[in-house]
């Protein structure tokens, strides 16, 4: 069973109402129209389901920074920026909480030893070397070549990803989780029928 992951929740009303696997909350990250403050973050946390796994996404890479989010207590840190292992190795000796890390054509050559000391790692849509929320479709030819390079429950997929294309894509990606945000959106909000839509078809995906 594939598992889903729902991007840039700013609503905690919202977020105590819906179970995907990993819930993402946008983080320092000002040129994001997701971003939401400190306080917010710790609040969309508090209000998620326990059994819901949350993820601060932040392009923020300063050591001190993370630790500040480090103590929302998130079950992750999503890293949107590209690294390679020896920054990531770097951060882990800091970082005590799970770490995303971002892959696209800027470090995919150093994905085998990223994805060693990441926990996870995530394909998405970069353009003009701004990655996340553009609904734009990823390559998912360039994503799928690295499949076999990234071990099983480690590889999250996203970009412009939405509940049409989302059987294709892991058709073609075989990935672990399906990772969507602007799809889920109705006049730039999220959408709780459409994100329990979602949520269901990916529980459906074999």
């Given at each position: 069973m594939v598992k889903v992951k729902v991007c840039g929740m700013t609503d905690e009303n919202i977020a105590s109402k819906i179970f995907p696997d990993y819930l993402g909350?946008?983080?320092?990250?000002?040129?994001?129209?997701?971003?939401?403050?400190?306080?917010?973050?710790?609040?969309?946390i508090t209000h998620t389901n326990p059994q819901v796994k949350t993820v601060l996404v932040t392009r923020e890479i300063a050591i001190p920074k993370l630790l500040e989010l480090e103590k929302l207590n998130p079950d992750y840190i999503q890293i949107h920026v590209p690294l390679n292992s020896h920054e990531l190795i770097r951060m882990r000796k800091y970082i005590g909480v799970g770490i995303i890390s971002l892959i696209n054509d800027v470090n995919a050559s150093d994905i085998e030893e990223i994805a060693k000391v990441s926990d996870m790692v995530i394909f998405d849509t970069t353009v003009n070397g701004i990655s996340g929320g553009l609904g734009i479709e990823n390559d998912w030819n360039f994503v799928s070549s690295f499949r076999n390079k990234v071990p099983i429950g480690k590889?999250?997929?996203?970009?412009?990803?939405?509940?049409?294309?989302?059987?294709?894509?892991?058709?073609?990606?075989?990935?672990?989780?399906?990772?969507?945000?602007?799809?889920?959106?109705?006049?730039?909000?999220?959408?709780l029928d459409l994100i329990n839509q979602f949520i269901r078809k990916g529980r459906d995906l074999k």
């Open positions: 909350i946008i983080v320092l990250t000002p040129n994001s129209k997701r971003n939401v403050g400190i306080d917010k973050a710790k609040e969309i590889m999250i997929v996203s970009g412009g990803i939405n509940i049409n294309n989302m059987e294709r894509i892991f058709k073609i990606t075989k990935a672990d989780v399906i990772d969507a945000s602007s799809s889920l959106e109705i006049d730039g909000k999220k959408n």
